[in-house]
């Protein structure tokens, strides 16, 4: 694995990060509070297109928005279909495991 240091730090590249799930099913977190799951078909610019996307609405189950990213907790959450979603300024992108 190779390592690149800045500043006294090693990193490694995501791919050889341990614990890195990829996946194209996201949950996409953006400006003023709109979380949205989806595929992410295309990536351009900061921005990401999800098809076959939702509004993530409302959660009350304790784990925050992190718990979507596992398929036994995806009950706990509302999810609202709204078909394919351009974001156009994403916050932060989770891995989705269901």
């Known amino acids: ?3 690149i240091n800045i500043n006294g730090k090693d990193y490694v590249s995501v791919e050889d990060a341990p614990g ?3 996946s194209d099913h996201v949950c996409v977190i953006a ?5 949205f799951e989806g595929y992410a078909v ?3 610019g900061g921005a990401v297109t999800l098809a076959a996307a ?6 009350d189950n304790g784990r925050g928005i992190g718990g979507l990213a596992k398929a036994e ?4 959450y509302t999810l609202d279909p709204c078909g394919t ?3 156009c ?4 992108e989770i891995a989705l495991e269901w």
């Open 1 to 3: 694995m190779e390592t």
């Open 20 to 22: 890195v799930v990829e």
């Open 31 to 35: 400006t003023n509070g709109w979380i």
């Open 42 to 44: 295309s990536r351009e």
């Open 54 to 59: 939702s509004v993530v609405r409302r959660w």
């Open 73 to 76: 907790h995806k009950g706990d």
């Open 85 to 87: 979603v351009r974001v």
């Open 89 to 92: 300024a994403v916050v932060a």
